[in-house]
């Protein structure tokens, strides 16, 4: 996706649509999806589903890590999680009396790309809910008090994940390969730039993202299409329309080789390999997301989990993925081993990704990753909250009500030399960014 | 656990792994349960939920690591990673291709009491998860040269879950030493010395012993009718000859005599605390005010642990409280636990803890605030049947330990009929010093310096 503008332009195309519209509907797996684009350009995707009381909301705001400014990391991170904790009627522990009270939850985070809000509750208390969820979008207050309660929060949590030997190799990983792209830093920030954040730059992001047009939010559930439109017209009916106009990001930066060793006492090394990947909007992603599995996506069926784990012993997991979003993500294998077989490990993640770009995979590899990846789409929605979730993606990336129905013929449709086309173009084993974290013997890395 | 679920957070884990407490499912509008015991005595839960496009089947082997012997720790999840290495029929690797090729996911779990088995699919492909179910029941291959590679497989699951994450340790240690006498003082995973030390022979004693019809449950769910899931089950089932399963002698744990601590010493940022108090497990009259107190300490951003000592007081990262009663045996443990934040002193957080559950022994919990605890295990309830797989889980724990699908039916009812001064009782009888044991991380200077290595700069 040529980052946000496709969306946005959307919104104002369907602005003038009063209440609810169902454009488009998406049958297969029995998935009546509603799209219902409200005049103040919030878009809301329903599914009905009245076999349980209760209800899961998950809005998804344009206006994740990624827009960060580029002194003050971590300012979309805080902004996010600020919203729960007071608006101008209420306080945090109001807020958390109110629904603890009748057994319901609203959590806000961000991500790199968008920040979201989830509102889970019982049927009789929706009314309810969708009221506090509305509050928490649309009045923060963004207290000093609680933004330096939040702050040593997340002061602690930066602390603590230097015990944590994945969350060390992730965040230096992401530093190397993004370099001055934003998603170079963690979506929490760092120790420096919680401390030039203030409640203007809260306040200042808040007022340019948190507008109805740039929010979409899945509603799944036992509430029909006449009481969502009524409920959010009650509740986000208010909150105006207005231009949002996000920055330019700059492209992601080249990868030359870089290899850096975190020395710690350990028992393992921890390992992280890749380069950056591909937009989720790309029109290879079906094809390469069928490579990946391939080789190192697919759990037990990939060829990096049966060589390095099955026939050597060397490591519990071991798995490769694109982490495909607005911007190209990483193309990263993530693995860990004792120390003293890392240089082991590595190379043998690389011989497998030499291989994929070598030679073509056999048919029946293929035959196989596309009849699981197909067959256990169902899997994936087996729940609720990860509909509502799936949902609110499927339309923040625009990747179409369709979706559901156009999965299977997607990944179906990929060829043996279109695995081996994305291998190439995808998978570079040259010019990668390797992080170990622990003791490995750096003098036999390849 | 065979995998790792899909990026497991790990700083300070502790609250992700205990907190899943159980999340039973109620009576009315729920799902169509029916049971049978076949001739083999297999024991057959099959639960129909019409809404559900997916069906799940688990089989529950009564065997976890209060099973093992001394010194043989970490044999019941050795042979969890065993049962994917193939049968006579199904070769290595096979079970998780076929099942893959057919859409569906597969994992296991090991924990003190049981090792689970489970599949997701589509209803359609029944009978296949069935048989290979089924199959590996019995026809176990165990091959040597698998044997040591999954052996090395396991000890770095057990560097990267215990040795290299400080917080594990201290859960791991803390177990150890509230237990002195029952086997839940065995780590799930075994001891680093034991694994070293298991031989195939024992793996092959201990699967001959324990995989047994008559010392399994199979919960079938999803939208089949339950009469033609137990059928099915029959038929995979149905001809596997009875074993001999050992007679269970009960092991007491002693009282304890006073309060027990343990530290752990490691390169850590921040100091964790841990503490448990012996209590009764699932089916004791005191469960559901047991049940009450942790939600009152700490369900949501209101509960008193997080109010006081995260929000007030600002002195932990996080604060939680959690009782596990689904366990097989008595005592089951009460955890309350802390992490402490930068420039915190241990002590304070841990008075901080203690003084929570203290009050309540004192000042009875007002009525508002029992009501909101048991409107949130109401909802936890209703929302927890959202998923099919969790519905299956929560029966089959329920038939593990015991108290069976009635259990969960009932389970709201009870609940709604404890008392603040049921709650209150709790906190007298339960919650002294003398009962508990404490583990306490305490952060040691590192002995290398972590800082970005030697860069090599690109070819």
């Known amino acids: 996706m040529s980052r946000q503008s496709p969306r946005l332009v959307r919104f104002l195309a369907v602005l003038i649509l009063i209440g609810a519209v ?26 009905e589903r009245p076999s349980l009381p209760f209800v899961v909301a998950n809005a998804k705001i344009l206006g994740g890590s990624l827009y960060d400014p580029e002194d003050r990391p971590g300012t979309a991170s805080l902004t996010a999680t600020l919203l729960t904790h007071g608006t101008a009627s209420r306080s945090a522990i109001d807020l958390a009396e109110a629904l603890d009270s009748v057994g319901a939850s609203i959590s806000s985070s961000s991500a790199d790309d968008f920040a979201s809000v989830s509102l889970t509750a019982l049927k009789k208390d929706v009314q309810l809910g969708f009221e506090i969820l509305a509050d928490v979008m649309m009045n923060p207050s963004f207290s000093e008090n609680e933004i330096a309660r939040e702050k040593a929060q997340v002061l602690a949590r930066i602390k603590s994940d230097l015990d944590d030997p994945a969350r060390i190799a992730d965040k230096l990983f992401a530093s190397l390969v993004f370099k001055n792209h934003p998603y170079a830093h963690p979506v929490e920030g760092t120790e420096e730039s919680l401390g030039k ?101 697919g759990g037990f069926s990939s060829r990096m989990m049966a060589r390095v784990r099955d026939e050597k012993g060397l490591a519990y997991d071991i798995r490769s993925g694109f982490d495909a979003g607005l911007e190209p993500g990483a193309f990263s294998v993530s693995v860990q081993t004792k120390n003293e077989t890392a240089p082991d490990a ?69 060829s043996r030399e279109e695995v081996l086309k994305m291998a190439r173009k995808h998978l570079n084993p040259k010019n990668y960014v390797l992080v170990i974290v622990g003791k490995p013997d750096a003098s036999r890395l390849p | 656990m065979r995998r790792p679920a899909r990026w497991i957070p790990r700083g300070g884990g502790v609250w992700f792994s205990l907190v899943l407490a159980l999340t039973p499912v109620p009576a009315e509008a729920g799902p169509k349960v029916v049971q049978d015991l076949l001739d083999n005595g297999l024991k057959v839960v099959a639960v129909q939920d019409g809404k559900s496009p997916v069906s799940t089947i688990q089989v529950w082997y009564k065997v976890g690591s209060r099973h093992e012997p001394p010194g043989k ?55 296949l998860a069935l048989s290979l179910e089924a199959d590996r029941m019995t026809n ?30 201290v859960v791991e240690e803390m177990f150890a030493a509230a237990y002195k006498v029952h086997p839940y003082r065995h ?19 201990h699967y001959k012993r324990w995989y047994v019809p008559n010392n399994a449950i199979v919960v079938v769910a999803g939208p089949t009718d339950p009469a033609e899931a137990i059928a099915k089950v029959k038929a995979a089932f149905g001809k596997i000859p009875k074993g001999d399963i050992p007679v269970e002698t009960a092991v007491n744990e002693p009282p304890p005599l006073g309060e027990r601590r343990v530290k752990v010493k490691k390169e850590a940022q921040l100091p964790f605390v841990f503490a448990g108090y012996p209590v009764p497990r699932v089916g004791h009259p005191d469960e559901y005010a047991l049940d009450l107190l942790a939600q009152v300490l700490a369900a949501g951003k209101s509960s008193r642990l997080y109010r006081n000592l995260v929000y007030e007081k600002q002195i932990a990262a996080y604060a939680a409280a959690s009782y596990d009663q689904m366990t097989s045996q008595e005592p089951a443990l009460f955890y309350l636990y802390a992490g402490v934040k930068p420039g915190v002193r241990t002590e304070d957080v841990e008075k901080a ?10 000042q009875p919990v007002p009525e508002k605030e029992i009501e909101k605890a048991k409107n949130q295990i109401e909802a936890a309830f209703i929302l927890g049947q959202d998923s099919i797989f969790n519905q299956a889980r929560q029966i089959g724990q329920a038939e593990l330990v015991g108290v069976g699908v009635r259990y969960i039916e009932n389970y709201v009812a009870n609940i709604r009929k404890v008392t603040g001064a049921d709650v209150q009782r709790m906190a007298k009888e339960y919650f002294s010093e003398d009962r508990r044991t404490v583990g306490i991380l305490v952060p040691v200077a590192p002995k290398t310096k972590a800082e970005p290595g030697e860069g090599r700069p690109g070819e």
Not at chain 1, 22 to 47: C, H, Q, S, W, Y
Not at chain 1, 220 to 225: F, L, M, P
Not at chain 2, 194 to 202: F, G, H, V
Request: net charge neutral; proline share 5%.
């Open chain 1, 197 to 297: 954040i203030g409640r203007e730059d809260l306040a200042a992001f808040y007022k340019r993202y948190y507008k109805p047009n740039n929010v979409v939010m899945a509603v799944v559930g036992d509430i029909t299409e006449e009481e969502t439109i009524e409920i959010v017209n009650a509740r986000f009916g208010r909150w105006p329309f207005r231009n949002v106009e996000p920055p330019a990001i700059r492209s992601v930066p080249k990868t030359s080789r870089t290899v850096k060793v975190v020395s710690k006492d350990l028992k393992q090394a921890t390992i992280r390999l890749g380069h950056p990947g591909i937009r989720r909007s790309s029109p290879d992603y079906y094809a390469a997301y069928v490579m990946n599995h391939i080789l190192g996506g």
């Open chain 1, 346 to 414: 590595v190379e043998m993640a690389l011989e497998e990704i030499n291989r994929i770009r070598k030679t073509v995979v056999s048919e029946a590899e293929l035959a196989d990753a596309k009849s699981y990846l197909i067959g256990s789409f169902p899997l994936r929605l087996d729940t609720n909250r990860k509909i509502a979730a799936i949902l609110s993606s499927v339309e923040f990336y625009g990747l179409g009500l369709d979706y559901f129905e156009s999965y299977p013929r997607r990944i179906d449709s990929v």
């Open chain 1, 22 to 47: 169902p454009p488009g509907r998406a049958e297969a797996l029995d998935l009546p999806i509603k799209k219902l684009v409200f005049e103040n350009g919030m878009t809301v995707l329903l599914l």
């Open chain 2, 187 to 205: 780590p799930v995973i075994g001891w680093m010395e034991d694994l070293s030390a298991l031989s195939r022979e024992d793996l092959i004693r």
């Open chain 2, 73 to 127: 720790t970490g044999l019941s999840h050795l042979l969890e990673h065993m049962m994917f290495k193939g049968t006579a029929q199904v070769g290595k690797g096979e079970y998780s291709k076929t099942v893959a090729r057919h859409g569906g996911t597969e994992n296991a779990f090991t924990n003190r009491d049981a090792t689970v088995y489970f599949q997701k699919f589509a209803p359609d492909r029944l009978d």
């Open chain 2, 140 to 169: 176990l291959l165990l091959d040597p040269a698998e044997f040591e590679l999954e052996r090395k497989v396991v000890m770095e699951e057990r560097r990267m879950r215990i040795e290299d994450d400080p917080t594990s340790l």
């Open chain 2, 353 to 362: 803890l203690y003084r929570e559950v203290e009050l309540l022994a004192v």
